[in-house]
């Protein structure tokens, strides 16, 4: 079993920063793909960004040049740099590792006041 768990959400105005983690522990041989996603109250689900083992990016074209992936994977944590963030970033974001299956985190939740 793979635990994955968020932190660094919070209460922010807009036009500032925050820096979400994703730590996942348990049985982990390799970590393949790991990912932001967000989803706000009644729409969709929606990728952020993710990253490759080897540190490849894709961003979602809302979050091009205010956010930023990072990873550790010596520690199997993957992070989220928000800069400039906006009232319509706020969303629940939750984390996705891919390791033999997908597993999620619980999500933490992130709020631009304008």
């Known amino acids: 079993q793979v635990q994955v768990v968020e932190s660094g959400g919070g209460l922010v105005q807009a036009g500032g920063s925050l820096r979400l983690s994703c730590a996942a522990s348990?049985?982990?041989?390799?970590?393949?793909?790991m990912g932001w996603y967000h989803q706000a109250p009644g729409k969709q689900r929606e990728l952020v960004a993710t990253i490759t083992r080897g540190g490849s990016t894709n961003y979602a074209d809302s979050v091009k040049g205010r956010f930023t992936i990072s990873r550790d994977n010596g520690k199997n944590t993957v992070y989220l740099q928000m800069n400039s963030l906006q009232p319509e970033d706020t969303a629940i974001y939750l984390c996705?590792?891919?390791?033999?299956?997908?597993?999620w985190g619980q999500g933490t939740q992130v709020t631009v006041s304008s």
């Open positions: 348990g049985t982990i041989f390799s970590i393949n793909t």
């Open positions: 996705n590792v891919a390791v033999s299956r997908d597993y």
